[in-house]
């Protein structure tokens, strides 16, 4: 009798010297009958994790670390500075007085603010002013520094969440970078610049929207939260979703960035959101109030700053005890041009 287990592992040892490997032993799990993410459900709670950040700026200065970052790594990915496949999630600090010198780069950026209000980052000679609750891009390739003011000039620590693509473009090799030859790069253009050419829902008469990315830099807070709470007053809550709202590239109608959706939404104190599942994987943050997120067999409860993570196709539901509004970022753009996007609400 010939003994088929011994004789077929003898045979995958000859193979795989050729770099072959037997597909009928890892089918189902490469062509799975629906998602099985890796990534797991993960909360980390300000309150635990801002006292450590700060702790990094008694370590080294944001110019000697290029860019002071604590990231975030789903415990399911380990060692991949990754929070979700695809995405990367990290908490930057800049003291008073500090420059995150001058870089650019593939990946694309997001900053959303989370405490401090006197930071500024400056993307393409524009000066863009940071406050709590907004969110703000840096696009692929542009040039970008990051600073704050000085002590005597009232600055304070500022943090807040970096939202990038750094594990897809990791993946796909697509990583370029380079250092500006100055610390910051110069000013060319007046605060405000970007925001009026294009947040007031018209554009440069002869502009043609020759690139994905956003030419908006920054989405401030108070005007996104008030979109918000007029839709509210007008009796628009959703069961899943409450409140809630896309950013957009308002040249194009699409995705402030080509690989990253970015969302705000709003949830009336007592809400009890129903289930969802997507299958871009999500990254919330805070803004305001307090709930309880229940994300696949995990419950988290949440408060203001407070981020948490949501696999690919595993359920969420959200509650609030108290008014509350929460940021999110997830791969949707690029699941989306893939025409892989699946949702269902339960
Ligand atoms: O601010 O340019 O969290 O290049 C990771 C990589 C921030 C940045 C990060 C970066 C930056």
Redesign the pocket.
């Known amino acids: 009798m010939t003994d088929v287990k011994a004789d077929r592992a003898a045979y995958y040892g000859q193979i795989k010297h050729r770099n072959m490997a037997p597909l009928w032993e890892s089918l189902h799990n490469l062509v799975p009958p629906q998602p099985r993410p890796q990534a797991r459900p993960a909360i980390w709670k300000y309150a635990e994790v801002r006292d450590l950040v700060m702790q990094s700026g008694g370590l080294i200065t944001a110019e000697e670390a290029?860019?002071r970052?604590l990231?975030l790594e789903n415990p399911g990915l380990p060692d991949k500075a990754s929070i979700t496949p695809a995405l990367?999630a990290?908490l930057?600090l800049i003291l008073p007085g500090e420059i995150?010198p001058s870089?650019r780069?593939t990946?694309s950026?997001l900053?959303f603010i989370l405490e401090g209000s006197t930071a500024y980052?400056a993307v393409d000679g524009e000066r863009v002013p940071m406050q709590p609750g907004d969110f703000i891009i840096?696009p692929s390739w542009t040039w970008?520094d990051?600073g704050n003011k000085t002590e005597e000039d009232g600055g304070e620590p500022v943090i807040w969440l970096?939202g990038?693509d750094?594990p897809i473009v990791y993946q796909l090799d697509q990583g370029f970078?380079e250092n500006y030859p100055g610390k910051v790069q110069p000013v060319q253009r007046e605060s405000g610049d970007s925001a009026a050419r294009y947040a007031q829902n018209m554009l440069p008469v002869r502009h043609v929207a020759s690139n994905p990315t956003s030419p908006l830099f920054s989405y401030p807070y108070d005007r996104t939260r008030e979109a918000l709470d007029t839709l509210y007053r007008h009796g628009e809550v959703d069961q899943w979703d409450g409140v809630k709202l896309k950013f957009i590239n308002p040249a194009t109608g699409s995705w402030p960035m080509p690989t990253m959706a970015t969302f705000m939404q709003f949830l009336p104190a007592r809400f009890r959101g129903r289930q969802y599942r997507t299958t871009d994987a999500t990254v919330y943050s805070v803004v305001e109030g307090s709930g309880v997120a229940k994300v696949g067999d995990r419950t988290f409860e949440f408060a203001a700053k407070d981020i948490f993570v949501v696999p690919s196709w595993v359920t969420v539901s959200l509650d609030a005890d108290v008014d509350s509004v929460i940021f999110s970022y997830s791969d949707r753009p690029i699941v989306s041009a893939l025409n892989l996007l699946r949702e269902e609400r339960i």
């Open positions: 290029v860019r970052v990231f990367y990290g930057q995150a870089h780069h990946q950026a900053r980052t840096t970008h990051h970096d990038l750094i970078a």
